[in-house]
């Protein structure tokens, strides 16, 4: 197919009614999943999956990219009007949006988080679409030891900046590649650890496994809290004050642009690097916002600099994750972890050869994406006068209705009974993990990456018995050393900030 | 000593009987490792790379219960997050009854069910709520039917209903 084709072919797919239906919805679904604190983008991404089983592949990646970017701007609603981020990637948006907010201007605020985020997400988009093509063709030039190599980096990556210690992250990572290995090995076709059963010989799916470990787990987490304190928010804001003078909005965001085009660039790496989300990305970008700004003491007393740095930092990472799914098939967070299962569900495999093999739903996302980007203010502006109350659904009936949409999710991958099973077994083994500080992107990574690691590491070993090939290769060298380096660095630093707290005791 | 220090310490055991556990999960898949058959005249077995991870698996565990045998006090890590134990039981155990009902009832009572209950009980014990666990089973099974069996066209064991 060439180019143009692919292009045309990407257009129309995506301009289907039923494909512009899926993201629409989508997209609302994400705004309002994602501006209510305790419901993550990562479980509204996971509640929407089996709808998108029925539907064709655009239109379901379509619907996951309307939620996936929906969501980063639903947190900021809850974040600048009631001082609580809707999910994780909006936590540095309540710093100043609250307090702008609590000042009497609440309408800019919120505008000023929707705009910045659309532009972040713009710019970023087209570095999507460049960095996927340039990255893909990187990808190619890939033999079994590069992809094996790349594979330990992400892992050892993952592990390291995961929360807690990196000790845990490993053994979490390593129990991931582990749960892979029951079932059918993927070379050979010869059966592992399945005690003789059926049940286990269909081996344990990653996408029940994945709805387990973060829908499960989540929902579980919330419950706990449901007793010991009402989360419902009683506030009320005025809806009158929510509008805003756009234009003076937009221009306050592009005379600082200076500051949108840094934490852009920060939120679109922090993307790329695989698994730390836009958690990690709205945060960094506001510390530095508030390193380059003229005015830093503003900063936490309604800065609107700060508002913009952490919006269009988060639109960025969803543009940055994507990067890293569909150049080299590995999630660049949980969200795209969950996209990763839809597409082996419609039958394509993620990877390098991605971007050659199916060219037109490569470019069908690129399209989403960015029709996404605007539907989001769109939708937005729309619902916002009725944001609060939609927030305000009550828990104790959110919760199991969000449990019944994992079970089908598990459920209807395969028609299988035993991934159900699988998933309540990972949505124990979550719970538990997290009650003992071990962190869970690094399981899920291991479970998506075990096949891949294996073949990679295998056809290597029966290419050539020369086991220094894997340093050798400059590529693979090069990321093996990258990997020793993260463990290094992260070994330096747990000690380095117990020496500190050492001192500090005894001071 | 002060509840924190106890607080580490009793962290740092859990961390030693967790490697432990799974230094012994390590032994176990080693050891069942050798009924994985092994084609003849293949180089790499499929038996090579799970006994490579069950060896990473055994050492990383080893450096857990040594870590966790050692720990006093403070950790540098975020400690736990703990919270009651009972709502957590009460989800799963509804969860694993849903589970073991969807082929026995079928995916529509089961979920009618399922709803009832775990809404009934995680809402106020009054009769309002009840009222509005009811209307949640009800709804949510219809739209749930009106959505993925009749819509979207997905297999869901119909059981009671056929």
């Known amino acids: 197919v060439s180019q143009a084709d692919a292009l045309m072919a990407a257009a129309a797919a995506v301009a289907d009614p039923g494909t512009l239906l899926g993201l629409l919805v989508g997209v609302l679904v994400g705004l309002v999943g994602g501006a209510i604190p305790g419901i993550t983008i990562t479980l509204t991404v996971i509640l929407i999956l089996p709808f998108t089983f029925g539907m064709d592949t655009v239109g379901g990646l379509a619907t996951m990219i309307g939620v996936y970017v929906g969501g980063e701007s639903g947190g900021l609603v809850s974040a600048c009007l009631l001082g609580m981020p809707g999910t994780p990637s909006a936590i540095a948006t309540t710093f100043d949006g609250f307090p702008m907010a609590r000042a009497g201007e609440p309408g800019r605020a919120v505008w000023l988080g929707i705009w910045a985020g659309l532009f972040g997400g713009l710019i970023a988009g087209v570095f999507l679409v460049y960095g996927t093509i340039w990255l893909g063709r990187f990808a190619l030039q890939f033999g079994p030891w590069e992809y094996f190599s790349l594979f330990i980096l992400t892992l050892t990556i993952v592990a390291s900046l995961s929360e807690g210690s990196m000790l845990k992250g490993l053994v979490a990572g390593t129990v991931g590649l582990l749960a892979r290995m029951v079932g059918v090995d993927p070379i050979m076709s010869t059966d592992r650890f399945t005690l003789g059963t059926e049940f286990l010989r269909s081996g344990f799916p990653f996408l029940p496994i994945l709805i387990g470990v973060y829908g499960v787990t989540q929902i579980v987490t919330d419950v706990q809290k449901l007793r010991a304190g009402d989360a419902r928010v009683a506030a009320k804001v005025e809806r009158a004050r929510l509008a805003a003078r756009h234009l003076a909005v937009i221009g306050e965001i592009l005379r600082g ?251 | 000593v002060t509840g924190g220090d106890l607080r580490g310490r009793g962290e740092g055991l859990a961390d030693a009987v967790i490697g432990l556990l799974l230094l012994g999960l390590a032994a176990a898949l080693f050891w069942m490792s050798r009924d994985i058959p092994s084609p003849p005249f293949v180089p790499v077995t499929p038996a090579f790379f799970p006994r490579v991870l069950a060896g990473v698996l055994a050492g990383l565990a080893a450096l857990l219960v040594l870590r966790g045998s050692r720990r006093r006090g403070r950790d540098g890590e975020p400690r736990a997050a703990r919270g009651p134990l009972r709502p957590a039981v009460l989800v799963y155990g509804a969860l694993a009854a849903y589970a073991f009902a969807i082929p026995r009832l079928g995916f529509y009572a089961s979920t009618f069910v399922f709803l009832l209950v775990l809404v ?21 099974t219809a739209a749930c039917y009106a959505v993925f069996t009749g819509y979207l066209r997905l297999f869901l064991p119909e059981g009671l209903l056929r």
């Open chain 1, 257 to 507: 642009w200076g500051n949108l085009v840094r934490s852009t660039l920060i939120g679109l790496w922090i993307g790329v690097l695989p698994a730390v989300g836009g958690s990690a990305a709205n945060i960094l970008a506001y510390d530095q916002a508030k390193k380059w700004s003229k005015a830093p003491d503003r900063f936490g007393h309604g800065s609107p600099e700060g508002i913009v740095a952490s919006e269009s930092a988060n639109n960025a990472n969803v543009a940055g994750s994507l990067v890293t799914i569909m150049a080299f098939g590995i999630p660049g967070d949980a969200v795209t972890a969950v996209m990763l299962g839809a597409l082996i569900v419609h039958g394509i495999a993620p990877g390098p050869l991605f971007m050659t093999n199916n060219l037109d739903i490569a470019y069908a996302m690129f399209i989403a994406y960015f029709v996404a980007c605007v539907a989001t203010v769109a939708v937005e502006s729309a619902i916002l006068p009725f944001f609060l109350r939609l927030v305000n659904v009550r828990r104790e009936v959110l919760f199991p209705v969000i449990l019944v949409l994992c079970v089908i999710g598990a459920y209807a991958l395969n028609n299988l009974m035993a991934d159900v099973w699988t998933l309540l077994f990972f949505g124990i083994l979550g719970f538990l993990m997290v009650r003992y500080g071990f962190p869970l992107a690094p399981i899920i990574l291991g479970v998506i990456l075990g096949d891949e690691i294996e073949v990679n590491l295998v056809r290597s070993l029966m290419t050539s018995d020369d086991l220094t090939l894997f340093v050798t290769r400059p590529i693979s060298g090069v990321m093996l050393l990258l990997a020793l380096v993260s463990v290094g660095v992260a070994i330096y630093q747990t000690r380095k900030g117990r020496r500190a707290e050492g001192v500090d005791a005894e001071g």
């Open chain 2, 120 to 140: 009934g009980l995680l809402g106020e014990r009054t009769a309002r709520g009840a009222v509005r666990a009811l209307a949640v089973a009800v709804a949510t």
